[in-house]
Every structure is written in C-alpha cells, then in structure tokens.
C-alpha cells in the first residue's frame, strides 16, 4: 500500500526566512505526485504534479522538486500570505480511468512579520 | 461555472440521525470523487465516479454510508445513523480526462454530537 510521510508536521518562519517541506513516498512504481495547499476551513487547492525523478516545478515563491524517494516544496523569502498547510499525495490508478491520491499528514506552516 | 461546490458548508447533527451532502461538480467534469479529512490528517478517499456509475468504494466507506450520481451529473453522500466517529470534513473533487490532479470543493463540516 503507498505511503506518504511529511516533516515537518509544523514550521514557523519569519518573512524572508527561505526553507524546505519534506515528502517522503513509498510506492510500487510512481504515477504522479502531487503538492496541494489547504487553508483553514477550505478544501485543498493544487499547486503541483511531478512524474519522474530530477523534475522541478516553480510557481512564484515555490519550487517543488523529485526525486526516486522524496520530493520537496522549497519556499523562497515567504510572506505571512504563504501561511498554510502543505499537503502531498501519490496518485494510484482506479478502475475506469480515475486515480486515487493518498496524502501525507501535512506541514503547517506560520510566517511571521 | 466558478469550480465544485459544496452544500451544505456546515452540519451539526445528532448522533443517530441522518445526514445528506449535495456536490456538483465543474460541469464538464466526468469524474467525481469523495474524500474525509479528520483534523491534523490528510484527506482519504472514500469513492468515485466516472459518469452515474460508482466504480471505486474504500473500506472506509461503511455500509452505513452511499453516495449517489444520478444522471452523472450532481452527486450525494448519504450517512445513516450518524456516530461521533463520522465526524469529519467532507470534501468532493472533480476531474476530467487526462489526470492532472483534482479540483476540490471546500467541503462540508459536519459534527456529530
């Protein structure tokens, strides 16, 4: 069965303090993975897919990166609007074209002023 | 059509009693999924549906729950018997196609006390 670990759980930054998001998979053979990000009372909002090992995708502040084992959200000189949960998942294909996503736990992340 | 959206926001209901949660899709959207997110955890797939026909059902998904699409348009998910445990975001997502990740509503609260 995939799994999916995130560290940290939390992390509090001060604006422009850059760092990185961990995931960690186990899979039988990677489909996708994919990054969301989730505020407080709202459904999860796509940020990223990646399909294979040495991918990079960049969106303003954040990069998300690949390898065979992990993949990591790195987050450059954050502002208090980047504070969120991070989630990550896997995907696994279902019967008749439709694909599964197993999250990670998330990381919770604060930036400060 | 702005996205997936999700009736109602919140639910307070009593344990033992019945519950109903409305989803409608982005229109062009053939593939419907179900997920629960209990606080602090990922979201964890439930069911889905390509079209009217539900294809995938988890363990999760007890006997006391069912979801329906009728038409393949709008879908529900009916819980029985309400228990604490059921507590929990309910979040509907949508996809079409080659798989790029989901479009996610911003889900349903429901508490059971």
């Known amino acids: 069965e995939d799994q999916v670990t995130q560290s940290p759980e939390a992390l509090r930054l001060q604006e422009g303090e850059s760092s990185s998001l961990n995931c960690s998979y186990t899979?039988?053979?990677?489909?996708?993975l994919f990054w969301y990000r989730q505020d407080p009372g709202k459904g999860p909002e796509f940020l990223f897919t990646l399909y294979s090992a040495g991918e990079e995708k960049e969106k303003e502040r954040l990069k998300a990166t690949l390898t065979k084992k992990e993949s990591f959200l790195h987050i450059t000189a954050p502002k208090p609007e980047d504070s969120a949960t991070y989630l990550c998942?896997?995907?696994?294909?279902?019967?008749?074209?439709?694909?599964?996503?197993?999250f990670g736990t998330g990381t919770q992340l604060k930036v400060e002023l | 059509d702005t996205g997936v959206s999700q009736d109602p926001r919140h639910k307070i209901t009593k344990r033992g009693q019945n519950v109903t949660f409305r989803c409608d899709p982005i229109?062009?959207?053939?593939?419907l999924y179900w997920y629960r997110q209990t606080l602090g955890q990922g979201p964890e797939f439930l069911t889905y549906f390509q079209n009217e026909a539900q294809l995938e059902k988890s363990r999760l998904l007890s006997d006391r729950f069912s979801a329906e699409r009728p038409k393949g348009s709008f879908s529900t998910l009916e819980i029985q018997r309400t228990e604490q445990g059921d507590s929990a975001m309910y979040l509907c997502?949508?996809?079409?196609?080659?798989?790029?990740?989901?479009?996610f509503g911003s889900g349903t609260r429901l508490t059971v006390v």
């Open positions: 229109s062009e959207h053939n593939r």
């Open positions: 899979v039988s053979g990677l489909r996708g």
């Open positions: 998942a896997v995907q696994e294909a279902l019967t008749g074209g439709g694909n599964k996503l197993t």
């Open positions: 997502a949508s996809s079409l196609g080659t798989f790029n990740g989901y479009t």
